[in-house]
């Protein structure tokens, strides 16, 4: 079956600009993650969700960043006033459930430049 | 603060030599542990995992281990072949945090391997 797909693959986009990135999860998986990876550095953990509700928005870094996943399916993360420290990949992950025994299947990421 | 730590940035080996790639973690709530494997321009890729009852996990050429007095964990991969080269990540899960930071993984920097022919 089709695994976790992400769009757009790159985006590159001005300083100060709103940016909105999607993640379409495995079918029937109710856990979906968003995560973010510097270059050099390993994925760090933004947000996730059960089924419609964020778990833990813990590591958004501030309120510039809001996800939203309004069915339980596609999650959009959604970034405004962009700064050119928010370039990075952006991976999204899902899994059956938020169960440790579930694995969290990756994206292959959108790579966000802020210019 | 750096919560899981892969201190090699790289590996070298040779093809059908074992590879050993390490990783250590301060938190001790953390009782879950996997290695996920990326290649260029792809997501990571789930490869194994441990829980803290256990010490070792063994899945065809790769084997966990894991001491916890130590916090240290480390990735065997027997013998290694040269579509192993990629970047690896360790990864770690605290699964008594109650169903609000339950789902989250916290990840090494990752250590590159490459395996010559």
């Known amino acids: 079956g089709a695994g976790v797909s992400q769009t757009p693959s790159n985006k590159v986009t001005e300083k100060g600009k709103y940016v909105e990135l999607r993640c379409d999860p495995i079918?029937?998986?109710?856990?979906l993650y968003w995560y973010r990876q510097s270059l050099g550095q390993g994925p760090e953990f933004l947000i996730y969700?059960?089924?419609?509700?964020?778990?833990?928005d813990s590591g958004l870094p501030n309120d510039r960043f809001f996800a939203v996943r309004p069915e339980g399916s596609v999650s959009t993360l959604k970034i405004q006033r962009t700064e050119r420290g928010d370039s990075a990949v952006y991976l999204c992950?899902?899994?059956?459930?938020?169960?440790?025994?579930?694995?969290?299947?990756f994206g292959p990421g959108t790579r966000l430049t802020v210019l | 603060d750096q919560q899981v730590k892969q201190n090699s940035p790289s590996l070298s080996v040779q093809e059908g030599r074992i590879s050993i790639l390490n990783c250590d973690y301060t938190?001790?709530?953390?009782?879950?542990f996997l290695w996920y494997k990326k290649y260029p321009a792809e997501g990571p890729t789930f490869l194994i995992s441990?829980?803290?009852?256990?010490d070792k996990n063994e899945d065809g050429r790769f084997t966990v281990f894991l001491n916890k007095s130590a916090k240290h964990l480390s990735l065997h991969i027997v013998p290694s072949q040269p579509g192993d080269s990629a970047v690896y990540f360790c990864?770690?899960?605290?699964?008594?945090?109650?169903?609000?930071?339950?789902?989250?993984?916290?990840f090494g920097q990752g250590t590159i391997l490459t395996v010559h022919p």
């Open positions: 969700f059960q089924g419609t509700g964020a778990a833990d």
């Open positions: 990864a770690a899960r605290d699964t008594s945090a109650g169903g609000t930071s339950y789902g989250k993984l916290t």
């Open positions: 079918s029937g998986h109710t856990a």
């Open positions: 938190n001790s709530m953390f009782d879950y």
């Open positions: 992950a899902s899994s059956l459930s938020d169960s440790s025994s579930d694995t969290q299947y």
């Open positions: 441990i829980s803290s009852i256990k």
